[in-house]
């Protein structure tokens, strides 16, 4: 009887450990930087993404953004490239290497000091959506790559995976 129990310890054990491995989440953290005229600029920050049971969990640490105090936004973009586009206005550029805006993934508070420390929750994409896109802050998403010829001066921040 006592090596029966011995048994079923053992496999009790080597079934959760079995279970624990298979429940390891998917995370990646890459660099926030500043969209300019050359393309990607300095780093402003930080982003990892979780892979939860329902979707993703969006982790952004940012500082010195040159963004309004409040409500900026947080899309998928369907390119990683950083390649800067001129506008028709001769001073402005935009991310034009970054495809389609896929969608929108959150609000975001920008605090007065230009800095961002929050998260979001995205349900129903995975962190394999995500590969190969970009993830971009700004107050005006919509200035950029869905309406170029507009232009805007409107920063523009960027996570390529």
């Avoid at 390891?24 to 500043?34: A, G, L, S």
Wanted: include cysteine; aromatic fraction near 4%; charge should be negative.
């Amino acid at each position: 009887m006592n090596k029966i129990f011995k048994v079923l310890f053992m496999l009790s054990a080597l079934s959760l450990l079995c279970f624990a491995q298979a429940k390891q989440t998917t995370t990646i953290t890459k660099d926030i930087v500043e969209l300019n005229e050359n393309g990607a600029g300095k780093k402003v920050g930080t982003v990892t993404v979780t892979e939860t049971a329902n979707g993703v969990s969006i982790d952004l640490e940012a500082k010195g953004l040159a963004l309004e105090s409040g409500v900026a936004e947080l899309h998928l973009y369907g390119s990683n490239s950083p390649q800067a586009t001129e506008t028709a206005e001769a001073n402005s550029f935009s991310g034009g290497g970054l495809g389609e805006d896929i969608g929108d993934l959150g609000a975001l508070m920008v605090n007065a000091d230009g800095s961002i420390s929050q998260t979001v929750v995205s349900d129903g994409i995975k962190v394999s959506d995500i590969e190969g896109k970009a993830l971009v802050i700004t107050d005006e998403v919509d200035n950029y790559a869905n309406s170029l010829a507009e232009g805007s001066k409107e920063p523009l921040y960027i996570a390529r995976f």
